[in-house]
C-alpha cells in the first residue's frame, strides 16, 4: 500500500491564526482525501483535493475556511484559516487504492490540532 | 443518508474473544471495512469483506455479514493487551467515492 505522511504531527496554535497541513504520498495516486476527526467522534470527509481544478467540498465545508491546493499526483495541502477552538480536531489524509480490492483506502498518521 | 452506527465501548479481559458489532445503512455497499486506530496514531487498514460475502476469516480476525440485516461483526480471537484500540467499520457509498465511518467502538483489554 501507499507510504503516507503528513506535517506536522501536531501543532497548538492560537485563534484567529491559520495552519497548512502537507501530505505526501510515496506513489503517484489519482483520489486524495481530507478528513477531520472531532474529539470522540466519526471521520467526516472535508474535501476531495483534485489535481489540477479546485477541490470537491462537502456540505458544511467551504473553500473560504479549508483552501485545498493539488499540485500533482502525490502531493496535497489543506489549510485550516482563522482558527477557532471548534476546529481543535485530527486532520487526516487519504489516498484511495484499488489493492487489496477497489475503493481501498489507506490513511496518513494525522495532524492533531488544538486551538486555544 | 448512509449511517454506519457502532457501540462506543467494549471491555475484556486478555485471552478472550472480542466482537465488535456494527449496522449500516446502504445496502448498495461493495465493500465493507474495518480499520484500527490506535492512540496517537492514525487509521490502520484491518480487513474488509465483499457484500456479496457472509463471512471472511484472516488469523485472529473474523469477519461476519449479514446482508438482509445490514449488520458487520469483527471478532478478535485470543484477544491481546495490544489489540486496545478504537475500531471503525466503515461503508463505500460515500457521494465523492469516500468512506462512510461509525463513531468508533473503544476495545479495552485487561490483563
Known amino acids: 500500500s501507499a507510504v503516507i505522511s503528513q506535517k506536522p504531527s501536531r501543532d497548538i496554535c492560537q485563534r484567529g491564526t491559520s495552519l497548512t497541513i502537507q501530505c505526501q504520498v510515496d506513489?503517484?495516486?489519482?483520489?486524495m482525501f481530507w478528513y477531520r476527526q472531532q474529539p470522540g467522534q466519526s471521520l467526516t470527509l472535508i474535501a476531495t483535493a483534485n489535481q489540477g481544478s479546485e477541490a470537491t467540498y462537502e456540505s458544511g465545508f467551504v473553500i473560504d475556511k479549508f483552501p485545498i491546493s493539488r499540485p500533482n499526483l502525490t502531493f496535497s495541502t489543506l489549510t485550516v484559516s482563522n482558527m477557532s477552538p471548534e476546529d481543535s480536531s485530527i486532520y487526516l489524509c487519504s489516498v484511495e487504492e484499488t489493492r487489496p480490492v477497489t475503493d481501498t483506502q489507506y490513511f496518513g498518521p494525522g495532524t492533531r490540532l488544538t486551538v486555544l | 443518508g448512509e449511517d454506519v452506527e457502532q457501540s462506543l465501548f467494549l471491555s475484556v479481559r486478555e485471552g478472550d474473544s472480542s466482537v465488535i458489532n456494527c449496522t449500516y445503512t446502504d445496502s448498495s455497499s461493495t465493500y465493507l471495512y474495518w480499520y484500527k486506530q490506535e492512540p496517537g496514531a492514525g487509521l490502520q487498514l484491518l480487513t474488509y469483506?465483499?457484500?456479496?460475502?457472509d463471512m471472511k476469516q484472516d488469523q485472529r480476525l473474523t469477519v461476519l455479514l449479514n446482508k438482509k440485516d445490514k449488520h458487520l461483526s469483527l471478532r478478535i480471537a485470543d484477544t491481546q493487551t495490544g489489540d486496545s484500540a478504537i475500531y471503525f467499520c466503515?461503508?463505500?457509498?460515500?457521494?465523492?467515492?469516500?468512506?462512510?465511518f461509525g463513531k468508533g467502538t473503544k476495545l479495552s483489554v485487561k490483563p
Open positions: 469483506i465483499f457484500s456479496n460475502m
Open positions: 506513489s503517484q495516486v489519482t483520489m
Open positions: 466503515a461503508e463505500t457509498g460515500g457521494s465523492q467515492g469516500n468512506l462512510i
